[in-house]
């Protein structure tokens, strides 16, 4: 193969004049230097086709012995990615040859010379979309599957959003501010990443989990409208959507209501979509409550693009007979219901199934009814009246045909088996429309909650977040009943991003350090630096950090976020590519002063 390699002097006289993939039936007739890897070879004993691929797509190229003997016998040793440089004409295909699944598929290029550039050893897997290769033999050779048609556009699409994420904020009048890499280790949900510290024996700094505070800072200082596309870093249990470095679209600005950040970042949506979907966006987006989002769909991110919406019955059936209802009612738990049209064709195994399914979600189980002109065909059936049964047919705007499924049991259990039933039905029962897009914002979400295993409140945003004004009163004695000026926008059933109104008044920020069980001296250990900030002149500001990754996997089709990202890591938090994380030598561990237990 060594009689194969050229030097790349060529390349003084040689430039691209166009990539593979751009090329149409208009440019007929002008010659061509093509740069790029062999897709296929096809020898068809006179002329030999090869697909030459670049980032842009691919172009088939022909090698005729009548045309360029020299490059004809060269093309003979071509293999799958090999690098090569062509120069040629482009000519239409014969008649009858076009391909129509090929952007390029109505021309072809005539070779008139053949540079080889580098060989290359046969691949462990096709670069191909099509081929189903194993995700950790993918990640090893993560090289190879960038090459891949899919990944490539991914990629692009992710580069085109950033790209128009600056647009619209520069025009706005917004600032791009970096904010540290290594800063102060302040947990507070996730765990931190830590890095020690050479020149401060036993000291960490710790990767940001977002730029929470800078943020802040920048606000107190009197920046206004700031914007980062910003990497972040949490070391918490990954998953298909979660990744422990990941992207942050992140935002604050100065001087603002909830209602002006929505509108913003509405315009943000708006902006994304058109420029880089061809979408048009309708606004506003509408706004569902933290506590309308619970009743009507079981979870705070609820996918709107169909029905099937959950249901209260715990009035409706209290005085059912019904053994679980009467028990789920008498220890303070609901019952709750939707409705599946047409589903009383479910076979017995197909409700089994469903039953089975939520048991993953706590429910001890799911009770069903197909409704009929006779009654009800369900093991409830003779526990309640003919008119609660019109009750609960009325509520669920029920008729005959449809299958009425029952979760009874603890609000939080029964809300989250029947949510995910949602989800599962909708994808089962193609109801989920797959090129809709349709947001909503969730608003008044609970300033904080009670944790039962750490027997204290815990923030549901972050601990940075104001409670709304008339609830202020509320915050010492009953901050169970407070509400937050908190707002999460919701896409598709996937929260894309989250954000609030900050406590820029330092008693208040301190007494909701105080409720989250820190006092003063832990309260000024993790937090000082932002304590005596707000003593400064602070003024009112609030923002919001979009979820780049997620948000591109959306807009990509992706199953998982790690298609999205050039270089992510396995569930387990390795980089199988670099064999990241990796034990690095004693004399390194000497100089930052640790000392390892294992």
């Not at 699409?157 to 540290?180: D, K, M, Q, S």
Request: aromatic share 10%.
């Amino acid at each position: 193969m060594n009689e194969l390699r050229t030097t790349i002097d060529f390349l003084d006289d040689w430039k691209r004049t166009d990539y593979c993939g751009n090329l149409r039936k208009e440019d007929k007739g002008r010659e061509v230097i093509l740069l790029g890897w062999v897709q296929k070879r096809r020898d068809l004993g006179g002329l030999i086709f090869i697909e030459v691929r670049d980032r842009s797509g691919l172009v088939q190229v022909v090698f005729n012995p009548e045309t360029n003997a020299e490059s004809h016998e060269q093309a003979q040793a071509l293999r799958s990615e090999f690098v090569v440089g062509i120069k040629g004409e482009v000519v239409l295909r014969p008649e009858g040859t076009a391909n129509p699944k090929l952007a390029t598929g109505e021309i072809e290029v005539a070779v008139k010379e053949l540079k080889i550039l580098n060989v290359s050893k046969t691949p462990p897997f096709p670069i191909e979309d099509e081929e189903k290769v194993e995700e950790n033999t993918r990640l090893k050779y993560r090289y190879l599957d960038l090459r891949k048609p899919g990944l490539q556009k991914n990629l692009i699409l992710r580069h085109r959003l950033a790209r128009e994420v600056r647009e619209y904020f520069n025009r706005l009048g917004f600032l791009e501010i970096e904010t540290p890499m290594l800063t102060k280790s302040t947990p507070e949900g996730a765990r931190d990443f830590l890095v020690p510290s050479r020149l401060s024996p036993g000291h960490f700094y710790a990767l940001p989990q977002s730029p929470q505070l800078f943020k802040q800072i920048l606000m107190v200082a009197g920046y206004d409208r700031y914007y980062q596309i910003v990497r972040c870093f949490r070391d918490e249990d990954l998953r298909s959507d979660r990744q422990p470095e990941f992207t942050q679209i992140d935002v604050e600005m100065s001087f603002v209501t909830v209602e002006d950040i929505r509108k913003t970042m509405e315009g943000l949506m708006v902006h994304l979509f058109k420029e880089v979907m061809g979408i048009e966006l309708k606004t506003p987006f509408p706004i569902l409550s933290y506590e309308e989002a619970m009743d009507r769909f079981g979870l705070d991110k609820p996918d709107i693009r169909f029905g099937l919406e959950l249901r209260d019955l715990s009035t409706v059936l209290k005085g059912s007979t019904f053994k679980v209802f009467q028990e789920s009612l008498a220890s303070g738990g609901i019952i709750k219901a939707i409705n599946v049209k047409g589903g009383a064709t479910f076979s017995r195994k197909e409700i089994d199934d469903l039953t089975h399914f939520v048991y993953d979600y706590g429910a001890k189980g799911l009770i069903s009814a197909k409704v009929s002109q006779e009654g009800w065909q369900s093991p409830v059936q003779k526990f309640i009246t003919d008119e609660e049964r019109r009750s609960v047919e009325r509520t669920m705007e029920a008729s005959e045909g449809d299958l009425l499924l029952f979760i009874a049991g603890p609000e939080k259990i029964a809300n989250q088996s029947l949510a995910n039933l949602r989800l599962h039905l909708g994808r089962k029962l193609g109801l989920i429309p797959e090129n809709d897009y349709r947001f909503v914002w969730v608003l008044d979400f609970p300033l904080l909650e009670y944790d039962e295993a750490e027997k204290r409140y815990v923030a549901v945003h972050h601990p940075f977040t104001a409670p709304r004004d008339e609830d202020i009163a509320k915050l010492k004695d009953y901050p169970e009943q407070v509400k937050a000026k908190a707002y999460d926008l919701v896409l598709n059933g996937s929260e894309i991003g989250g954000g609030s109104i900050r406590n820029h008044l330092k008693e208040v920020q301190s007494l909701l350090f105080e409720k989250l069980g820190m006092d003063d001296e832990e309260a000024r250990q993790r937090f000082g630096f932002l304590l005596e900030a707000l003593e400064y002149g602070t003024p009112p500001h609030g923002g919001i950090a979009f979820g780049f990754d997620r948000l591109v996997m959306i807009l990509s089709h992706s199953e998982s976020i790690r298609d999205v990202i050039a270089f992510p890591k396995t569930q387990k938090g390795t980089c199988l590519m670099t064999d990241a994380p990796s034990k690095v030598d004693t004399k390194q561990l000497d100089e930052l002063w640790i000392k390892l237990k294992i």
